[in-house]
């Protein structure tokens, strides 16, 4: 078969729907019960709010909607994870269409990260880590577009500052990719002056701002509820000086870790690593800042603040990694010989879902053994047993009164906790050791 630009399409096209169709069946068949993640995104998607305890409210947003349209079958979880992937794969490709000048190599660039595991194993679980993946490629998408023309849009810098806040509003770790963006068009703005400051510039700010206020008004309304979680997920309160130099160097590894299948593809495509930076090459320029500078700025937070930098935060980082590796490498990539790269490739792929199914079956003492639905069938029936009223109301901590929220027929809100005032509310209630089921 001649390659052909739109054979590679094709050939694309069936990479993505591949990768739909392993990730959604096979947690589907292999999992008793949704992962932690994905109950508590429903739980707060029942009782939806501008905001939870925990995280600002873009991920609980779409959980619900595909819970509106399906109700409680496990299968469509996985697969709303897996849009969430493919749609981030497909900004990947088209951008890297424009700044690779070549559709091979912009196909490498996405296969090349399907071997890192932030967007194959760790996808099954519908999360705020998941939530940021479409928007982190569409923001960086449409920035390029910015950077890449002189005839600045109105409709470009819309769409920019859009997708930045539905990232934001997904994962406040988002503003490592804006504040690097940020820093790239200020050193081209106002130091090497190459361009001029254009108004439409403000139009992505006060989108951004706009999106943002009915945030900012719960945020304020809640005493900044999801800033202190967390900020107590770093471990800030008990940090030590120790921690300024372990934690940042912990991190270091723990990156290098998960980046070993996608550098032995890399070795697999170019077997010789020769390359040089040229800082004055703009294309190159825009790589750094959105794969590069995120991470030495989220390693500075952790060596400054001595802060705990969880792996799974890492999720979006990597997303372009494979569009800037091609970028360094390309002219030692003989498109000729890729028979090693297309092995090594094809068994990462087939390997990732057959240890996940492996996981999933031999371990026995997983969340997603969890007998949620068993555990809501009695408590219905106990309450069938006392009550003739409907359970409209669960309270408890997400995991176990969010499996009784998504498993139950009549879909109750969870409304946080339990507590005396909000039980003194409510027609009927029955509790079972932390978890109140309740009718108004």
């Known amino acids: 078969m001649t390659i052909n630009n739109k054979n590679i399409d094709n050939v694309f096209y069936i990479f993505v729907t591949a990768h739909l169709i392993f990730w959604t069946l096979i947690p589907s068949i292999t999992n008793h019960?949704?992962?932690?993640?994905?109950?508590?995104?429903?739980?707060?998607?029942?009782?939806?709010?501008?905001?939870?305890?925990?995280?600002?409210?873009m991920s609980a947003f779409f959980p619900e909607i595909f819970y509106k349209v399906f109700g409680p079958q496990d299968?469509?979880?996985?697969?709303?994870?897996?849009?969430?992937?493919?749609?981030?794969?497909?900004?990947?490709?088209?951008?890297?269409?424009?700044?690779?000048?070549n559709n091979l190599l912009?196909?490498?660039?996405?296969?090349?990260?399907?071997?890192?595991?932030?967007?194959?194993?760790?996808?099954?679980?519908?999360?705020?880590?998941?939530?940021?993946?479409?928007?982190?490629?569409?923001?960086?998408?449409?920035?390029?577009?910015?950077?890449n023309t002189k005839e600045i849009k109105f409709s470009d810098c819309f769409l920019v500052g859009l997708f930045a806040a539905f990232g934001f509003l997904s994962k406040y770790l988002f503003i490592y990719l804006l504040v690097?963006?940020?820093?790239?068009?200020?050193?081209?703005?106002?130091?090497?002056?190459?361009?001029?400051?254009?108004?439409?510039?403000?139009?992505?700010?006060?989108?951004?701002?706009?999106?943002?206020?009915?945030?900012?008004?719960?945020l304020y309304n809640n005493d900044f509820i999801t800033i202190t979680y967390g900020l107590a997920r770093?471990?800030?309160?008990?940090?030590?000086?120790?921690?300024?130099?372990?934690?940042?160097?912990?991190?270091?590894?723990?990156?290098?870790?998960i980046l070993i299948p996608f550098f032995i593809l890399i070795?697999?495509?170019?077997?010789?690593?020769?390359?040089?930076?040229?800082?004055?090459?703009?294309?190159?320029?825009?790589?750094?800042?959105?794969?590069?500078?995120?991470?030495?700025?989220?390693?500075?937070?952790?060596?400054?603040?001595?802060?705990?930098?969880?792996?799974?935060?890492?999720?979006?980082?990597?997303?372009?990694?494979?569009?800037?590796?091609?970028?360094?490498?390309?002219a030692q990539i003989n498109l000729k010989k890729l028979k090693p790269f297309m092995i090594g490739f094809i068994f990462f792929f087939f390997l990732s879902p057959a240890l996940y199914a492996y996981v999933s079956i031999s371990k026995d003492d997983k969340r997603t053994d969890y007998p949620g639905k068993e555990i809501a069938i009695k408590t219905q029936y106990a309450w069938d047993q006392q009550f003739n009223s409907t359970i409209n109301v669960v309270l408890g901590d997400e995991w176990n009164a969010g499996n009784l929220s998504y498993h139950l027929k009549s879909r109750p809100a969870w409304e946080g906790f339990v507590e005396r005032e909000k039980l003194d509310q409510l027609k009927d209630y029955m509790c079972l050791d932390s978890i109140c089921v309740g009718s108004r």
């Open 234 to 257: 770093t471990g800030l309160e008990q940090s030590i000086l120790l921690d300024h130099i372990k934690y940042p160097f912990i991190f270091l590894l723990k990156q290098i870790g």
């Open 75 to 101: 299968w469509t979880y996985y697969l709303l994870s897996q849009i969430f992937v493919i749609i981030s794969f497909y900004y990947v490709f088209i951008f890297s269409k424009e700044i690779l000048n």
């Open 267 to 330: 070795w697999l495509l170019v077997k010789k690593i020769n390359f040089k930076i040229n800082f004055k090459d703009r294309n190159l320029l825009f790589l750094i800042a959105i794969n590069i500078l995120p991470i030495i700025l989220m390693l500075l937070t952790s060596l400054i603040t001595g802060s705990k930098i969880r792996t799974m935060w890492m999720t979006p980082f990597y997303l372009f990694f494979g569009s800037l590796f091609v970028y360094l490498f390309q």
């Open 180 to 218: 690097s963006i940020d820093l790239l068009f200020i050193y081209l703005i106002f130091f090497k002056k190459e361009r001029k400051f254009d108004f439409k510039y403000l139009i992505t700010i006060e989108v951004f701002l706009v999106v943002l206020v009915p945030h900012f008004i719960w």
């Open 106 to 147: 912009s196909l490498i660039s996405v296969l090349l990260i399907e071997a890192i595991y932030f967007y194959n194993f760790t996808t099954p679980e519908f999360n705020v880590n998941v939530c940021q993946l479409p928007f982190w490629s569409l923001t960086v998408y449409y920035c390029w577009k910015i950077y």
């Open 33 to 57: 019960n949704l992962p932690l993640d994905t109950i508590e995104a429903l739980a707060w998607g029942s009782n939806l709010d501008w905001g939870f305890n925990k995280h600002p409210p």
